[in-house]
């Protein structure tokens, strides 16, 4: 389940004159969009974040919020920790992804965790425009996500199409829409519909990100991160996805005592 000052161009693009009854071009909407967030350079240099703010999750944790700080590279690895009382005790959760291996820890040991939801999000985030920019897009409709008119973009995606929502007034992604999948428990999973809603977008260094992340899994609510803090990280330390060798350290006992 989550980072350089920007100036950024008045865009005017050349449908914006096109009569009412003529659409634009899905390509056009694509680069509308990614001039928006920042420009080409700006998102194919996307850099490393750190953000501070409050993670609802599902499941279990349903219904409550807890406190987050997420350390995202550039590429989308990272290192999550989410902080809420447990059993009248403070205790962190602490999650690493390195596209390579996922794993969590709660109190003294690490799980692996799929791969699939993490690689899958970690694609599928706002450099995902320029990927789609190469994939033949085709324009599939326009609609409304909450009260932003959008256009619909398609592009072949993995095991079917990704639909993009594109703000008709700005140009800023809305949503995406793409096949996925969802860990079911022993070991098995399923295929599901995936869509992210980006809310609250604002300036971070050369790019604008969301502050305001929704996830959605077959329109069932499936997560929502809310941050009030994002800042560029100048340098992303290495040992944030490593995983601490016990023997070779000492813990803390109120740690131990979680």
């Known amino acids: ?45 996307w850099p490393d974040l750190e953000g501070k703010g409050s993670l609802e999750q599902t499941g279990r944790m349903a219904g409550r919020s807890v406190e987050l700080l997420i350390r995202q ?19 962190t959760s602490t999650e690493i992804f390195d596209h390579a291996i996922c794993k969590r820890r709660f109190r003294s040991g690490w799980d692996d965790l799929p791969l699939d939801e993490p690689r899958e999000e970690a694609a599928h985030r706002i450099p995902f425009l320029l990927e789609a920019a190469k994939r033949t897009p085709t324009l599939a409709g326009q609609g409304t996500e909450g009260d932003a008119a959008v256009w619909y973009v398609e592009v072949p995606d993995g095991r079917g199409k990704a639909r993009l929502g594109l703000a008709q007034d700005d140009g800023r992604l809305v949503s995406i829409e793409y096949p996925g999948t969802k860990a079911e428990g022993m070991g098995t999973k399923e295929d ?22 929704e996830f959605f899994a077959d329109g069932a609510p499936d997560g929502r991160v809310r941050l009030e803090q994002v ?3 100048v340098t992303f330390d290495a040992a944030w996805l490593e995983i601490p060798d016990q023997a070779d350290r000492f813990v803390p006992s109120e740690e131990l005592a979680n």
């Open 73 to 91: 590279r550039g590429d989308g690895a990272y290192r999550r920790e989410t902080t809420f009382d447990f059993r009248g005790t403070k205790t």
């Open 1 to 45: 389940m989550i980072q350089r000052a920007i100036v950024l161009l008045a865009v005017v693009p050349w449908f914006s004159t096109l009569p009412a009854s003529e659409p634009p071009e899905a390509q056009a909407l694509l680069e509308r969009a990614i001039a928006y967030h920042g420009g080409r350079e700006a998102l194919a240099d």
């Open 192 to 213: 599901v519909t995936k869509r992210v809603v980006f809310r609250d977008l604002r300036e971070v260094g050369r790019i604008r990100l969301p502050f305001d992340q």
């Open 231 to 233: 800042a560029v990280l």
